[in-house]
């Protein structure tokens, strides 16, 4: 637990985003934030619908909801749909091929976002891979942060575009580089410009060393928020006015970096 200077609630932050499969959702109420997203790790993971009952109750909740998955497809199999409980908003993504199977991974974007938004209207729209379409579909976005995430936004905002954009971030409040490294090392090694620059088989955690360390020691400067409570608040900000209206935090160490 963080409390004073050193709390997240310090850092500008507006959401936190959890995965069910690495803690209890219900942990959000234990935090700062009016808006909790939850991450789609599966179907074995969905919380149930009690817990997001609950949730809702008391505060604004997103369910991370994969078009091309049985049971939220808007245009087939929409079964969880109606499952949602009322007052659960939803983010509307594409789905991480490593939890769709092979047919479900084979159906078209494009017209299961447009039929979701229609839906519901007030979801976000996740955009990892899909820039362009989620724009045309409309609704927030919901964008992931990288390297690029300022410079896009400012561009956007120079073309007169004026809708809602947010920012998913795995966040770590330490300036410890060990910490860092063993908290985002990997996630960031795993964006294709990081995994182009690492050396073959080279450790992405705290046991990365030489060139391997170089690159990851930026790498998860650009893809994730990172650093002391000063330095993630200067990033915050420099997002929000670049353009972003909304920062969600994934708290990287675990759920009770952000509990206060």
């Known amino acids: 637990m963080l409390t004073g200077e050193r709390s997240v609630s310090q850092t500008g932050i507006d959401a936190v985003a959890l995965k069910p499969k690495e803690c209890d959702v219900r942990m959000a109420l234990e935090t700062p934030f009016d808006t909790v997203a939850i991450d789609y790790e599966g179907r074995e993971y969905l919380p149930d619908a009690d817990v997001l009952r609950e949730l809702a109750d008391d505060r604004e909740v997103r369910l ?43 159906r078209a974007v494009s017209p299961r976002l447009a039929a979701g938004i229609e839906r519901a209207p007030d979801a976000w729209v996740g955009t990892e891979g899909i820039e362009r379409v989620a724009l045309a579909v409309g609704g927030t976005q919901y964008e992931l942060l990288s390297r690029r995430t300022e410079s896009n936004l400012r561009a956007l905002r120079a073309t007169g575009y004026d809708g809602e954009i947010a920012v998913y971030a ?20 795993r964006r294709r410009p990081v995994a182009k620059a690492l050396p073959e088989g080279a450790e992405t955690d705290s046991n990365a060393a030489d060139r391997a360390r170089d690159v990851l ?28 209206d909304v920062i969600v935090g994934y708290p990287a160490r675990g759920v009770e970096e952000f509990v206060e």
């Open 217 to 244: 020691g930026a790498a998860v400067r650009d893809y994730a928020l990172v650093g002391s409570v000063e330095r993630v608040r200067e990033q915050v900000s420099a997002l929000k006015e670049a353009g972003a």
């Open 64 to 106: 991370t909801t994969p078009v091309r998955a049985d049971g939220f497809d808007p245009t087939g199999d929409d079964e969880l749909w109606e499952w949602i409980p009322e007052g659960v908003r939803r983010v509307l993504v594409a789905g991480h091929a490593a939890y769709l199977t092979e047919s479900e991974a084979g």
């Open 170 to 189: 795995p966040t770590v409040l330490s300036d410890d580089e060990d910490e860092i490294l063993d908290a985002v090392g990997a996630y960031a090694a």
